[in-house]
């Protein structure tokens, strides 16, 4: 695992853009896997500015997020389509057929979770993955438990995940308890995955991952098998 500390947050969503990026140049037909939350907003800033100037372009680029609530309209503004939709899509030049996030609103959510399985890997599986960290170590919205969730799947989010999304909507009861999330195995079949992490109430959970036996009490902790995995953090 490459382990990278970047000098502050700019820094942090310049180097993971530029790896981003690289991926693009290398190949403009990759398959890239996205993630939300508040660390990844200035990469999406970055990859934009980079985008403008034409230095990369979406034009053939096929995304697939992570994960999305379920249960929440994908217009609603705490939608994880709707976080794409106003940090990247909307500023790339990326096809809005070709930019996939799990349909949080699919009327039988196991079908769907089915669904975006099998798009994924018949778009030939991802090459590259980007990822935050929960505090509690999960990836995704693969929360800590007894197992590691293989494949996309249905799953009830945790106290701690409910308290730490609580900030985006009014109160916690709005936070949807439930997700459809990519799972350990779509994850780690990616060729490459780059996580980043953004501050001290993550240094718990990244040290645990980096240092600690791999468990699937702490999610991110399987990234140590990972052939071709780059960390980026910063205090
Ligand atoms: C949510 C997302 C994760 C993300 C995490 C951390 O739970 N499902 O994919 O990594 O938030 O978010 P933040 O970057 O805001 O700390």
Not at 42 to 49: D, P, V
Not at 137 to 166: S, Y
Not at 188 to 207: F, P, R, S, Y
Request: glycine residues 6%; hydrophobic residues 35%.
């Amino acid at each position: 695992m490459q382990l990278i500390k970047a000098a502050n947050y700019e820094d942090l969503s310049k180097k993971a853009a530029t790896i981003i990026a690289a991926q693009i140049i290398e190949k403009a037909d990759s398959v890239l896997g996205f993630a939300t939350g508040s660390t990844p907003e200035g990469t999406y800033r970055e990859l934009a500015n980079m985008c403008s100037n034409k230095l990369i372009s979406f034009e053939n680029i096929r995304s697939f997020n992570l994960d999305e609530y379920y249960g929440l309209p994908s217009d609603h503004p705490q939608s994880y389509k709707y976080y794409m939709n106003q940090n990247l899509f909307s500023k790339v030049n990326i096809k809005a057929e070709n930019a996939n996030v799990p349909n949080g609103s699919a009327p039988d959510p196991n079908e769907e979770c089915k669904r975006y399985e099998n798009a994924i890997k018949a778009a030939g599986g991802l090459d590259l993955q980007l990822l935050g960290i929960g505090r509690n170590g999960h990836i995704g919205f693969n929360e800590p438990g007894d197992r590691f969730e293989q494949w996309t799947h249905l799953v009830e989010l945790t106290e701690d995940t409910l308290d730490a999304n609580k900030r985006f909507f009014d109160k916690i009861e709005d936070v949807p308890k439930k997700a459809i999330s990519m799972g350990i195995n779509t994850i780690m079949n990616a060729e490459k995955v780059l996580l980043i992490a953004n501050g001290k109430d993550k240094t718990d959970a990244l040290e645990k991952m980096l240092y600690q036996p791999v468990t699937p009490n702490l999610p991110a902790s399987v990234l140590q098998f990972h052939r071709c995995a780059t960390v980026i953090y910063c205090d």
